[in-house]
T-cell receptor, first 115, second 112 residues
Framework: GAGVSQSPRYKVAKRGQDVALRCDPI?????LFWYQQALGQGPEFLTY????????KSGLPSDRFFAERPEGSVSTLKIQRTQKEDSAVYLC?????????????FGEGSWLTVV | GDSVTQMEGPVTLSEEAFLTINCTYT??????LFWYVQYPGEGLQLLLK?????DKGSNKGFEATYRKETTSFHLEKGSVQVSDSAVYFC???????????FGGGTRLMVKP
């Protein structure tokens, strides 16, 4: 596609509910990233894929967070038993490769509110 | 670890004023440096980048120069417009290019 596409754009979840956030990267982009952006803050790294391999998941805040990219294209970020502190914008990004200087393109984000 | 520090906002300017948003960084090796912009209700957009020392990134009248000696990448624009009102994020990638580290963002408000 023309850009990184994320869905849903907005999600309200009740505390304890599971949510799944989808990301369609730019076609042909090898690298895919998930970031979490709390209100008024800069984005914080969650996890990184190169093709289908999850090479870094050091930013996932707890074992309730799980990400996958089974065919090296679309990715899903799953949050189990959501808590209020999970409320944030979840940003997906992609880039052509893993070299430093490659531009990383962001989607518009999925805005999650846990009530 | 790597880190980015930006001046706190909001920065409020009148139209046609000169803009500087300070950004300094701490990183090992030779990171690439970026400015991203987030307009209200929209996603992050790359504004400009520089991949090595003394490089100048520029776009839409904005400029920033990669200064390794002062570990800085300050954003400047000679004459801001109301449409430049947004949140600006300074960021760097690590040597492997697989992680962006962001500053906290600086909100710019331009008044007519």
């Amino acid at each position: 596609g023309a850009g990184v596409s994320q869905s849903p754009r907005y999600k309200v979840a009740k505390r304890g509910q599971d949510v799944a956030l989808r990301c369609d990267p730019i076609s042909g982009h090898v690298s895919l990233f998930w970031y979490q952006q709390a209100l008024g803050q800069g984005p914080e790294f969650l996890t990184y894929f190169q093709n289908e391999a999850q090479l870094d998941k050091s930013g996932l805040p707890s074992d309730r967070f799980f990400a996958e990219r089974p065919e090296g294209s679309v990715s899903t970020l799953k949050i189990q038993r959501t808590q209020k502190e999970d409320s944030a914008v979840y940003l997906c990004a992609s880039s052509l490769g893993h070299l430093s200087g490659n531009t990383i393109y962001f989607g518009e984000g999925s805005w999650l509110t846990v009530v | 670890g790597d880190s980015v520090t930006q001046m706190e906002g909001p920065v409020t300017l009148s139209e046609e004023a000169f803009l500087t948003i300070n950004c300094t960084y701490t990183a090992t090796g030779y990171p690439s440096l970026f400015w991203y912009v987030q307009y209200p209700g929209e996603g992050l957009q790359l504004l400009l980048k520089a991949t090595k020392a003394d490089d100048k990134g520029s776009n839409k009248g904005f400029e920033a120069t990669y200064r390794k000696e002062t570990t800085s990448f300050h954003l400047e624009k000679g004459s801001v417009q109301v449409s430049d009102s947004a949140v600006y994020f300074c960021a760097l990638t690590n040597n492997a290019g697989n992680m962006l580290t962001f500053g906290g963002g600086t909100r710019l408000m331009v008044k007519p």
